[in-house]
């Protein structure tokens, strides 16, 4: 592509550098396109436009409204220079039937690299598009997920479970073995959260450690990872028999679960990946509360599968009154057909 010319550094306008100039701006704006064919689609800009003769990479980019439903695989032919395969946004979905409706404005841009440098258009904005789906897993060990038809890109967001609350008595709360994992396709590194550990046994025993520590899977791109809240300690020799065990940590997913008075520990509320409370006092003494569940949320593309644990809920602590069961975690996979 010629140089952009900068006309306060020259001594001399030469008009053909007005055009020189032009035509980079050309290949910078949107063409209108009419269009025929619902499938083989074949545009064709305006002749009051700057010629396209050929196909440039990114720029420019063609507008049009389609002339009815894809029916099957779709192509698109610019001025008669020859046709290419449309593909959604990733570059390696092609769009097919169903994904054009008649009468929706649609803009596509050639990328030279595209089906192994043989080149295509990508679909950069489709209002008509599906809407995203969701899908909530909430239990299985070694389990397999499938997106759904049509799907593109995933955004995950995950928990572990949390770790169980100490009884006021001898028995601590366990964990530290619930964790939340995603493999996606099945190989490589899986998503991992970390689970919660149990909270102390009746007494000065302190709350449980929120989860953390998680590993990234080898296949995607992590937004953020959130670390599970520690849970409350338990108290000795409490002043009051009434005293509560320590609250359950939180997560990304749900508050920690707040422990009852001259009762056995609350569990944690369903798929939170929250901690049990601890059991409330006996003879003054109180459990710790277990930690939460560590999160994390990462966005996948061209996925097939996964295969994925949600970390199981675990029991609470026996002995006095019982710490609270912790909750089990949780993954919640949003699906994207654009």
Known sequence: MANWVTFANVLQLNT?????????????????????GANTIALTTAAADPPV???TSRAPVFAFVASGNSTTSVTINVNGIGA??????NG???VASGDLIGGGIYYVAYDGTLNSAAGGFVLIGNPALAAVTVQSLISGSGATYTPTSGTVRIRVRMVAGGGSG???????????????????????TAWTCVGGSGGGAGGVNPGGAGGTGGANGSTGTLIARYPGQRGGDG?????????????????????GTQGAVNAAGRNGATNSGAGGSGGAATNGNTGGGGGGGEGVEFWVTNITNAIYTVGASVTGGTGGNAGGNSAAGWIIVEEYPW
């Not at 053909?16 to 025929?36: E, H, M, Q, R, W």
């Open 16 to 36: 053909p550098d007005l055009d020189t100039n032009f035509g980079i701006l050309a290949a910078k704006v949107v063409y209108p396109c009419t269009v025929s």
């Open 53 to 55: 003769t050929s196909y």
């Open 84 to 89: 290419k395969n449309l593909y959604k946004s």
């Open 92 to 94: 390696t979905t092609q």
């Open 166 to 188: 100490g009884a006021s008595g001898a028995g601590a709360g366990t964990g530290g073995t619930n964790n939340t994992t995603f493999q996606v396709n099945g190989t490589g």
């Open 235 to 255: 108290i000795a020799n409490a002043a009051a028999i009434s005293s509560i065990g320590g609250q359950g940590g939180g997560t990304i997913l749900g508050l």
